[in-house]
C-alpha cells in the first residue's frame, strides 16, 4: 500500500528540507499547499478560476475548496505511488477530508512531527540572514559567514535579515501555530498514527530517523 506522509513541524523545525530530500531521493513527490495556490494562478480551470476569485477577494480559501485542489494534485500520475504533504491539512477538520481521500486512493497515512524545542526555534529564526545575490542562508548562531555580515560566496554582498525575523514576531508565529496546529497533532495522537523525530541534529540524522519510519 502506498502512504501519504503528513510532515508536521513548526516554522524553522526544517521538515521543508526534509521533504525535498525524500523527494530527491526517495521519488516521493512533495505536495505543498504554497506551490499548489501558485499553480492555482496560472492555469485556466474551473477550480482555478474559483481559486482565483477568492484570492483576488482577499478572503480565506475554505477548507472544501482547499480539499479538492489537493485531491486534484495528488490524483495525477507522480503522485501513483505516495507523495508528502507540506502545509496540509493545517486543522483537524482537513485532517479528516485527508482520510477520505487516503481510503479513496487506497493510501495509508504517516503523519511525522519534527520536533524542535521552543528556543531552538527561536535562535534559528531571529539568527537567519541570507545572500541577496545567490539566496545562501546563514545562522549567526550555527553557521555563521566567514566575515561578518558578508556572504562568503558573494564577498560584496552584505548579509539581510528579514525584518519579522525579530523576537516579538517570531515568538506570535510560533504561538498562532502551536494554537493552529495542536488540534491537528491530537488527531493524529488520538488515532495512534503521530510519530516524532528529534528536529535538532544534524540534516542527514533527521532524514535517516525519518527514513526508518516509513
Known amino acids: 500500500m502506498s502512504k501519504i506522509i503528513v510532515l508536521i513541524g513548526a516554522p524553522g523545525a526544517g521538515k521543508g528540507t526534509q521533504a525535498r530530500l525524500l523527494q530527491e531521493r526517495r521519488g516521493i513527490p512533495q505536495i505543498s499547499t504554497g506551490d499548489m495556490f501558485r499553480e492555482m494562478k496560472t492555469l485556466d480551470t474551473l477550480l482555478a478560476r474559483e481559486v482565483q476569485a477568492i484570492m483576488s477577494a482577499g478572503t480565506l480559501v475554505p477548507d472544501d475548496v482547499t480539499y479538492r485542489m489537493v485531491e486534484d494534485r495528488t490524483s495525477r500520475r507522480d503522485c501513483a505511488n505516495g507523495y508528502i504533504l507540506d ?128
Open 87 to 214: 502545509g496540509y491539512p493545517r486543522t483537524a477538520v482537513q485532517a479528516q477530508q485527508l482520510e477520505g481521500l487516503a481510503k479513496a486512493q487506497g493510501n495509508e497515512i504517516d503523519a511525522i512531527e519534527v520536533d524542535v524545542p521552543r528556543d531552538e526555534l527561536m535562535k534559528r529564526l531571529t539568527g537567519r540572514r541570507s545572500c541577496p545575490v545567490c539566496g545562501e542562508i546563514y545562522n549567526i548562531y550555527s553557521k555563521p559567514p566567514q566575515a561578518e555580515g558578508v556572504c562568503d560566496i558573494h564577498t560584496n554582498a552584505k548579509l539581510v535579515h528579514r525584518a519579522d525575523d525579530n523576537e516579538e514576531s517570531v515568538s506570535t508565529r510560533l504561538a498562532t501555530y502551536d494554537e493552529q496546529t495542536k488540534p491537528l497533532i491530537d488527531f493524529y495522537e488520538n488515532t495512534g498514527r503521530l510519530k516524532k523525530v528529534d528536529g535538532t541534529g544534524d540534516v542527514e540524522e533527521i532524514y535517516a530517523a525519518i527514513e526508518k519510519l516509513i
